[in-house]
């Protein structure tokens, strides 16, 4: 089904007016859907509604399609097409001049007339720069330092009586690269100004020194000789460095570096609003230029509060520049180009389709060869000289390189090639793709450029070539992979010398074993060495064959499901458990390969040959040829059905429609409307029905709809398959096309639709037209949308396509249902299940589950991310659990299981869930007004106790139950205490009372203590927390009760609840101490496990013991999530963007940073991450979202573990590894809990259980060859 097209401007240029005149053909047709022209062309939905966007030139086989399903002429579109073709070109080739914004590229000094927004920060850095000799500035990439350097900074020095200004980037050698440029002026030497003050040196990305200088020693003098303009006023020299705000821990372990950014530093935040609105509107008025108003305010709004986001924005303002209406950047425009999210994605891939396959080959090595894969931080860009591309031939790279370099992807300055910015990185799906798939190889990669390197500097001395694993290492990633030819013959000279040393040891080995003993000896050595090669090259292969299994799990997924469980029993590594999670988790199940007599292709005529479809409920594919009526089963991938074809009848300019059920097929042509029985191949019988142009079954396979224009007025009918009689025929006393018209299930009534017409009701027995109550509800325009409308497979419920989402109303109770909203994504196709309790959707470049069964629609609970192909119609088969399609071209028919997205949910929400550390214990809150709290065995699911309470009801009144009541509690670590509030807090403003904590004792299933809290409107308790031993209660609080803190100043209150032997009960707990909490407004604390400090959302770390406060940046904004590993050795920090930065323990230095924690989904906006967890080992760390993803992570190797766990798409509230690490245990307010058994044994049963057999020894020669065959499932 459609949705409303978005208006184009053919104005704008050539392409856009292509698009208005294909659509101008459509309406001429008589307004033909975009489904009806489908069944007429054979192409997808998809490809024919992308032909007439606007937002790129169409094929021309897709354009001709398109011509001809409207009756139009080809030979004159044919010649249209290539006219635009040329004159597009032409356009892009000219459009680059003079653009006011710089893309992914920065501004430069000679930019400073259209450098705006940044007025105050220049001043500051100006200032700063005058008053100290070193000045560091600081901000997370994309935050616009380097344009602030090079267009803000610089041209104000040069105003100054400098002596000489020198700008530069460290690289691989910073020291022996820019020696001379470390020198004061005093030579007149190229760049200096020859005046006598100081020389100043701006060094742009300084986090090079880091990431592509690995001599520790060059790296230290380099900064050394930076410092020296520090210490020395008398050195001549002010430097000036922008440094990547994740690299701050990296300069922090450089004691004088870390002193000088204390005193002299400059954070680089985003923009302001107003900002913002002067970087958008400046440049262009600078260039006469306008901006539309509701395009200012929706970027403003789009990037505002981004630190990374000043490149997408000005990608998507140079994209939308270049499709401008005169002088006008529209919002259309901005559409056209793809948006802030998604400007650059449609860059990169726009060039990409443009290659050929080689040459896409080619630019995928060349683009990973400009990558340095993160290492505790993110991957970043490395620039390279031109001699390091020469694995390829030089007109091949030339030619790609041009090809990227004026889509301002990449920039060639001299010799070098960089990417245009790190934003590509993040930015595109398939770079970051590719990345995440080569990750180890491009390590490696790295490691061999820098080692061939420094062998060509030494003379290539023998002594510095490869031995052992290195060399192992690198001819097990390498060896299929192009090589410059320096690294080429720097690993033959390695190699040469292991075949030569290896023969030199066989000599000795031979000439030794003439003594018994030695030869004894030497034999022992042998097999040890022996067994630990073998075990050496069986982790290599399963390492390989673990990078295939992920790479494959598009293409061919049984297979990669196979390949992972092979990788596992070869060896146990990160690597192999990460391949084997995949195969659990990933969403492919298996490609049914279309027979080639069956696929949809072409004539030379250009006739369909073969029509295919999908039935209703995504089981089984139909093929229908002029020879053959066939029909398999896509879960056995078994012919069930063969029978011969209509022959002559499915002539030229014929149709064929496939019923939802795929029993009936009808066949249109010039002598009428026939019917076949798919089941029998027999023909029912003919329907009399002439110069019918369109057909369609009814959703219950009862009906059949024929639309029919004589050449007069237009008519539908209505045909009752099984009587072929004819039920009802509207529509001949109008003039306007019919748009779509449809039935319901059961032929009760007939909806159709005519531009500027309210939608009509026909009761179809009574043949006459009627308007129910939910018809009469629905909004006048509905007719006018592009959109369509449909009732769902059970009946109960009537739906409208419009261009953010689906309405949806209950024709039994007449009211309107809660919408599907798809902002900003276009909706090509949906489909509801039989029973309407969901809706599987193709809505953007994803594929999404919806359960409408719920009272509000927070999101899809299944995401799949679509990166190289558009489907055709999306089936559901929920018996199965999975989502069908038939790939372009009719090829395949790829099946994605949907994990547990259909699962169980309760109706009512949960207010509360939480795991134990330990994972043995869940605490429930109980929903429905009557709240009460609940302790359960996680593992037989029973209650053991019910702590008393209602923290929803207010203290002290009799007033009704607080709604979406969410109170803290905590367990110990391990598990024996459960804290929780028993009374909720007053909300009445300046009204005090008192709120309860009570501490329950789990194993006893009594009352351990109690606190009581006065509390006011403004200062009720945030978070609990427990110390192992239970006997001291953490309570974080928004206000104070002490007076030296100041009103409303967050406190942190330490509880003893240690009873002396003369209490009784828990009243003697008692509060030992309040520290202040500076910031604190949320929920979110942390507690070490040694009970020593307590770590809140915004990085204040209060020590219990000494009482002292101290705050550290933890990330770019306050935490969404934190946790400490059990042992204390990490603490893992969650913000809004889905990235999880590791700590160490005492929070000196940063380990890691888990990016793209949600990268496979596919989704534009992540969830924020809701909960993390550690298994007991802190080797693992498991990190969900709001949406429901959960991901699992490999804490030594910052690597992803496999695809995000299958759930059931409810937001997750905690989780929890049982003790011996094997167990996942999830938690959600709609699921209060699901168990993943994560024993690497138990995820061998299952791939297997999925797949049906390992790998056959057929394939195992093919993919190990080396290796005897074994057994794997």
């Not at 900064?223 to 006023?233: E, H, V």
């Not at 490149?311 to 998507?316: D, E, F, G, K, V």
């Not at 209505?718 to 748009?739: C, H, K, M, P």
């Not at 409308?789 to 209950?810: E, K």
Request: proline share 6%; hydrophobic share 35%.
């Amino acid at each position: 089904m459609g949705r409303r097209e978005t208006p184009v401007d053919p104005a704008t240029g050539p392409v856009q007016r292509f698009a208005y005149e294909l659509r101008k053909l459509r309406q001429e047709a008589g307004g033909l859907t975009y489904r009806e022209m489908a069944r007429r062309a054979h192409y997808s939905v998809t490809s024919l509604s992308q032909a007439a966007a606007g937002e790129q030139l169409p094929s021309l086989a897709v354009t001709l399609a398109y011509v001809k399903a409207c009756g139009g002429d080809p030979e004159e579109w044919d010649r249209r097409w290539h006219e635009a073709s040329e004159e597009s070109a032409t356009t892009r080739e000219d459009d680059d001049t003079d653009a006011p914004y710089p893309g992914l590229s920065r501004y430069e000094p000679t930019d400073h007339d259209r450098f705006f927004g940044r007025d105050d920060l220049v001043e500051a850095l100006r200032a700063l720069t005058a008053s100290h000799r070193f000045t560091a500035v600081f901000g997370p990439s994309g935050s616009g330092k380097s344009s602030l350097l090079r267009a803000g900074l610089i041209p104000d020095l040069q105003k100054t009586g400098i002596a000489a200004l020198r700008i530069l980037t460290p690289g691989e050698h910073p020291l022996r690269t820019h020696e001379k440029a470390l020198e004061p002026q005093n030579d007149g030497g190229p760049g200096d100004r020859g005046d006598t003050g100081d020389t100043v040196l701006v060094v742009d990305q300084f986090e090079e020194v880091f990431t592509l200088c690995r001599d520790q020693t060059e790296r230290t003098e380099f900064i050394d000789r930076l410092l020296a303009a520090r210490t020395d006023p008398g050195s001549g020299l002010r430097v000036v460095v922008a440094v990547r705000a994740d690299f701050y821990g990296h300069c922090a372990e450089h004691r004088a570096l870390a002193d000088a950014l204390s005193e002299a530093s400059l954070l680089v935040g985003p923009m302001t609003r107003a900002e913002l609105r002067e970087a958008v509107i400046r440049p262009a008025q600078s260039a006469g230029l306008i901006v539309e108003r509701d395009l200012t305010a929706h970027l403003v709004e789009e990037v505002d509060g981004e630190p990374g986001g000043l490149p997408l924005l000005s990608h998507a303002l140079r994209e939308t520049w270049r499709r401008r209406r005169g002088r006008a950047l529209t919002m259309a425009a901005y559409e056209a180009a793809g948006g802030v999210r998604g400007a650059i994605a449609k860059t990169a891939e726009d060039v990409y389709a443009t290659l050929s396959p080689e040459q896409a080959a080619l630019a995928r090595q060349l683009l990973l060869r400009l990558i340095t894969p993160g290492e505790g931080s993110q991957d970043t860009r490395r620039p390279v000289d031109r001699t390091e591309l020469g694995f390829a031939p030089a007109d091949e790279v030339a030619l790609v390189l041009e090809r990227l370099t004026r889509a301002r992807l990449l920039t060639l300055d001299d010799n070098t090639v960089d990417l245009a910015h790190e934003a590509l990185i993040t930015s595109w799906p398939r770079l970051h793709s590719w990345i995440g798939e080569t990750r180890e190889h491009l390590r490696t990669h790295r490691r061999l450029t820098e080692a061939a390197r420094a062998w060509d500097d030494l003379g290539r001395d023998p002594g510095a070539l490869y031995r052992g694993t290195r060399l192992a290492t690198a001819d097990e990633h390498l060896t299929d992979q192009p090589l410059a030819p320096l690294e080429e013959a720097f690993l033959t000279a390695s190699r040469t010398t292991h075949t030569t040393e290896l023969r030199r040891r066989r000599g000795l080995f031979t000439t030794l074993a003439t003594l018994l003993v030695l030869a004894l000896i030497a034999g022992v050595t042998a097999w040890q060495q022996s067994r630990t090669s073998d075990r050496r090259h069986r982790e290599a292969e399963a390492r390989r064959i673990a990078t295939v299994a992920d790479s494959m799990r598009f293409a061919d997924p049984v297979k990669a499901m196979q390949l992972s469980v092979a990788a596992w029993r070869l060896a146990h590594t990160t690597e192999t458990r990460s391949a084997l999670l995949g195969g659990m988790t990933q969403h492919e199940l298996d490609t049914f390969a279309v027979p080639d007599a069956d696929v949809g292709r072409r004539s030379h005529q250009d006739t369909p040959q073969t029509a295919l479809d999908v039935t209703a409920d995504g089981r089984t594919l139909v093929s229908v040829s002029r020879d053959r009526i066939r029909t398999w089963d896509l879960r056995t991938h078994r012919r069930t059905h063969d029978h011969p074809g209509p022959g002559k009848l499915m002539a030229d300019g014929s149709e064929v429609v496939i019923s939802p059920d795929g029993r009936l097929l009808a066949l249109l042509n010039q002598g009428g409307t026939r019917l076949w029985d798919v089941h029998t191949g027999r023909e029912l019988g003919r329907l009399g029905s002439r110069n019918a142009s369109i057909a369609a079954f009814g959703p219950g396979g009862r009906t059949l709809i024929v639309q029919i224009d004589d050449g007069e007025a237009p008519v539908a009918q209505v045909w009752d398959v099984r009587t072929l009689r004819r039920l009802i025929q509207v529509g001949n006393d109008f003039s306007e096309a019919l748009r779509d018209p449809v039935t319901d299930p059961d032929g009760r009534w007939l909806v159709t639709c005519r531009d500027r017409w309210p939608l009509q009701v026909w009761d179809i027995a009574e043949q006459r037209r009627v308007t129910p109550p939910w018809a009469s509800r629905m909004r006048k325009g509905s007719c006018d949308d592009e959109g369509s409308y449909g009732f769902s497979p059970d009946g109960r419920q009537f739906l409208v396509v419009t261009d953010t989402g689906v309405q949806r109303w209950d024709l039994r109770s007449n009211r309107e249902l809660p919408t599907v909203e798809l902002p900003g994504a276009s909706l090509y196709d949906y489909r509801l299940s039989a029973d309407g309790r969901f809706m599987v959707a193709h809505a953007g470049n994803e594929i999404q589950l919806w359960r409408l069964s719920v009272s509000e629609l927070s999101g899809p609970v299944f995401h799949h991310a679509l990166v190289s192909e558009q489907p055709g119609d999306v089936e559901l088969d929920l018996a199965a659990g999975a989502v069908r399609y038939l790939t372009p071209g009719g090829t395949a028919v790829r099946s994605l299981s949907l994990g547990r997205a259909t699962s169980r949910w309760h109706r009512q929400p949960y207010d509360g869930v939480l795991l134990a550390e330990d994972g043995r214990t869940l605490a429930v809150l109980s929903p429905n007004g009557k709240t009460a709290f609940q302790l359960r065995d996680t593992r037989s699911g029973r209650v053991i106790s019910r702590p008393p309470g209602n923290p929803c009801i207010l203290a002290g009144t009799e007033a009704e139950p607080v709604t979406d009541c969410s109170p803290p509690m905590a367990f110990s670590a391990d598990g024996r205490y459960f804290a929780y509030l028993q009374t909720g807090a007053n909300t009445e403003p300046g009204l005090s009372t008192r709120q309860r904590v009570m501490v329950w004792d789990v194993r006893a299933r009594r009352e351990h203590a109690a606190v009581d809290i006065r509390t006011t409107d403004i200062d009720g308790v945030g978070s609990l927390s427990l110390t192992p031993d239970g006997r001291t209660l953490l309570v974080a609080r928004h206000g104070p009760l002490i007076a030296k803190s100041g009103p409303g100043s967050p406190v942190v209150e330490v509880w003893d609840l240690r009873r002396d032997k003369k209490s009784k009960g828990a009243e003697r707990a008692r509060r030992t101490r309040s520290l202040p909490l500076p910031g604190f407004t949320g929920a979110i604390t942390a507690l070490h496990p040694d009970s020593r400090k307590l770590v809140s959302a915004n990085g204040t770390i209060a020590d219990l013991h000494s009482g002292r406060t101290t705050k550290r940046v933890l990330g770019d904004d306050d935490a969404l999530a934190l946790a400490f590993s059990p042992d204390g050795a990490y603490l893992a920090v969650a913000d809004n963007g889905g990235r999880v930065t590791l700590w160490d323990g005492d929070l000196r230095r940063r380990v890691g940073i888990l990016s793209g924690t949600y990268a496979d989904t596919g989704r534009e906006n992540p969830g924020s991450v809701q909960a993390l967890a550690f298994s007991l080992d802190g080797r693992n760390l498991a990190v969900a979202d709001d949406s429901g993803t959960v991901q699992l992570w490999d804490v030594p190797s910052n690597q992803r573990l496999g695809s995000a766990l299958p759930t059931p798409g409810d937001g997750v509230s905690s989780l929890a590894f049982s003790e011996n690490g094997t167990t996942l245990h999830v938690t959600s307010p709609h699921v209060p809990l699901q168990k993943y058994d994560l024993a690497p044994e138990s995820l061998v049963h299952q791939v297997c259980t999925r797949v049906g057999s390992g790998l056959s020894p057929a394939d195992w020669k093919t993919y190990l060859p080396d290796l005897p065959y074994e057994r794997t499932c």
